[in-house]
């Protein structure tokens, strides 16, 4: 795992300067080597955490007649296979490390043809001088970020937003548009970062970038095409499949461990994987203790388990520089929890396998259809949508406007066009779980500049159409993919982890995984038995039954009885009442939020959350920059203990 940093600008004469300032702002993601490749026109930065080929790999890496040079973040699992192809096509290989297989790839078959046969994580960038072209792709799912700012005749790509801030001619600008997003969702949903003129560059996306111009091509989006296999197959298929990735995820020239909670996701990899090393994290408060139940399937397995408490005084001094990392405010409280594990595995492991994805491919979220307990409410909703599909929508708008009774929001949205009605995760049905902002109390608290008409569900339309006709489930699972997995959970799993030096692997979000789950008739995910029905049942061929059929839990975070504690109140009401507040927010309004929050049910948590953690990550970008430099700009300290005893090249 790495990180890569890339200007294109022939008028910048001290490329060598440039590059070297950007490149030491992500420092935390490759501690064990640095390089650069610089010309007239272009300068490629990277700094390296060694996984594969430890002495071998270091780039960038150059094709045999020096005309060709690749920067890489990420892991290619089948480059094995795929090495040994190009080896019999006439190519000489330099090193061991998968990094030149997409090198040599891009030279035999293209960046289309290259794309279409690996399996991986991946940001990587090629200059090629026989043409002047700067190449670069992103993985199938977003897994490792890349970001780009095309502006004036110079192209800035890197894995991380802090880098750019070092380039000489950026503006440190805020994209007032996204605050009002982020307040709705708790991430931005936008596709303009809250840098004024930085783009996410989209997932399953490679562009080429020559004189000016940039052309982006798509190679890879989710399609939803329904198989045939019979429920037992299905389930021996998922097994098979997992199985065989995660013996592919494994391979590795440094110790591979494992996060494990109380789940089916982690605990089903982790089985799989069987490694020596596991890893939990759990809360003082006791109602947030995921370790205990960790600890069981551990020692059953005969695993070496490391688990660590999170004291809340210590995650609240720690949370700006979480923020800092982040690169843009992401009020997901599992960031915290995340934070240690990260932390606590880098003193034994240098890489971990952990369960994202498999809510958003095998349908585990409650919001898919799965608003009630009642077996009645199930039987007979599942009888209504036996009913024509224009029937049904029709009925649905009825039961929209009658009054609430029991298992009106499960027959509304099982019945509905996802398109009329989904907000993602911003709003979780039936659970004591309150919502962010709505629109208008978004644009209520916010001072008229940041106020505008956007909404959750207006964001998601244009995906909407790309799935319209399709299964509810499916549209909805294609939504989420697109929007909470990369903009939320891939953001925090990959900026957390490798502030920390840390490489986590996913073996869900595998392109062979997901062609497989994006086929199995909705029927198997979610039915009135379960969500996420199909993976429980193949994960029992390897799991005890207590694990198999665990409730979805997510990374719970005590955030209510935080802010119910006077010292936290205290410490976010200071905030709130800074000076510079009162210039994007209604000050008063947001501050009796919080009184109201403190002295009542805790109820208004999340909207507190929310703006707490944009205020933190304003503070360290726009009020402070240079003292958040200094402070943060740094490996962590188990990190640089390691590499003081020699364990980290």
């Known amino acids: 795992m790495c990180g890569i940093v890339a200007f294109y600008d022939p008028k910048i004469n001290e490329k060598q300067a440039v590059i070297g300032k950007m490149m030491a702002t992500i420092k935390h993601r490759g501690p064990s080597s640095d390089g650069y490749y610089t010309n007239d026109e272009v300068a490629l930065g990277f700094i ?3 996984i594969i080929d430890l002495r071998g790999g270091t780039q960038p890496i150059y094709n045999e007649d020096k005309t060709r040079a690749i920067i890489f973040n990420g892991e290619i699992y089948n480059f094995k296979p795929l090495r040994e192809q190009l080896i019999k096509a006439g190519h000489t290989f330099t090193t061991k490390a998968d990094t030149e297989v997409l090198l040599h790839g891009y030279e035999e078959w293209g960046m289309d043809g290259l794309l279409k046969k690996v399996r991986g994580m991946f940001a990587f960038l090629i200059w090629d001088d026989n043409n002047k072209t700067l190449y670069g792709a992103r993985d199938f799912f977003g897994i490792k970020p890349m970001y780009y700012s095309n502006q004036d005749g110079h192209l800035l790509v890197g894995s991380e937003l ?3 801030l070092e380039y000489p001619k950026f503006k440190r600008e805020l994209n007032v548009e996204a605050v ?11 596709e303009e970062t809250f840098f004024k003129g930085v783009y996410r560059f989209p997932a399953g996306h490679w562009f080429e970038y020559k004189d000016g111009e940039m052309k982006t091509h798509q190679y890879w989006d989710a399609e939803y095409k329904e198989n045939s296999l019979s429920f037992e197959e299905t389930l021996k298929r998922i097994n098979d499949d997992l199985k065989e990735t995660v013996d592919l995820y494994r391979i590795a020239d440094v110790k591979v461990g494992a996060f494990l909670s109380e789940g089916i996701d982690s605990s089903y990899l982790t089985t799989l994987l069987n490694p020596d090393d596991v890893f939990s994290v759990s809360f003082d408060d006791s109602t947030y203790d995921e370790a205990s139940k960790a600890k069981a399937l551990a020692d059953i397995n005969h695993w070496k388990f490391f688990s660590d408490k999170v004291d809340a005084d210590e995650a609240m001094r720690d949370f700006p520089e979480m923020q800092y990392h982040m690169d843009e405010p ?4 599992s960031i915290i929890p995340l934070w240690y594990l990260c932390k606590l595995a880098r003193k034994h492991v240098t890489v971990a396998l952990s369960g994202e994805g498999a809510d958003e491919l095998f349908a585990g979220y409650v919001n898919y259809g799965m608003h009630t307990h009642n077996d009645i409410i199930k039987i007979f ?10 029937k049904q929508i029709k009925l ?3 039961i929209k406007k009658m009054p609430n009774f029991p298992g009106k929001v499960h027959m509304y949205t099982n019945l509905a066009e996802p398109s009329e009605f989904y907000v993602g995760q911003s709003v979780i049905y039936d659970m004591d779980y309150p919502t962010i902002f709505t629109s208008n109390d978004a644009n209520s608290i916010l001072q008229p500049t940041y106020r505008n008409k956007l909404t959750v569900n207006g964001i998601y339309q244009k995906d909407f159409k790309k799935v319209k ?3 509810n489930v499916k549209q909805m699972q294609y939504i989420d993919l697109h929007h909470f997995m990369i903009n939320d959970i891939e953001q925090k799993a990959d900026k957390i982890s490798m502030a920390h030096s840390l490489e986590v692997r ?3 979000l595998d392109k062979k995984i997901a062609e497989l789950a994006n086929s199995i008739p909705t029927k198997y995910l979610v039915n009135r038995h379960d969500t996420k029905y199909a993976l429980r049942k193949a994960s029992e061929k390897v799991l005890p039954d207590e694990w198999a059929k665990r409730p979805k839990l997510g990374f719970p975070t005590p955030i209510k009885q935080w802010l119910k504690e006077p010292r936290f109140y205290k410490q976010v009401r200071s905030l709130f009442e800074e000076e510079f507040v009162n210039d994007i927010f209604d000050q008063k309004k947001i501050i009796k939020l919080l009184d109201d929050n403190y002295k009542g049910d805790g109820s208004h948590r999340r909207q507190i959350w929310a703006i707490y953690t944009f205020l933190v990550w304003y503070k360290l970008f726009f009020v402070d920059y240079e003292n958040t430099v200094k402070k943060y700009q740094h490996v962590q300290p188990e990190v640089a203990n390691l590499i003081k005893q020699g364990k980290l090249l």
């Open 48 to 50: 390296r955490l060694s």
């Open 162 to 164: 802090k880098s750019f």
């Open 180 to 190: 009002k997003p982020y307040l709705m969702n708790q991430y931005n949903d936008l």
């Open 330 to 333: 992401d009020a997901n409280p």
């Open 381 to 390: 909703t599942s009888e209504l949508k036996k009913l024509p599909k224009k």
């Open 396 to 398: 649905a708008h009825k």
């Open 469 to 471: 006709g399709i299964d």
């Open 506 to 508: 996913v073996p869900y």
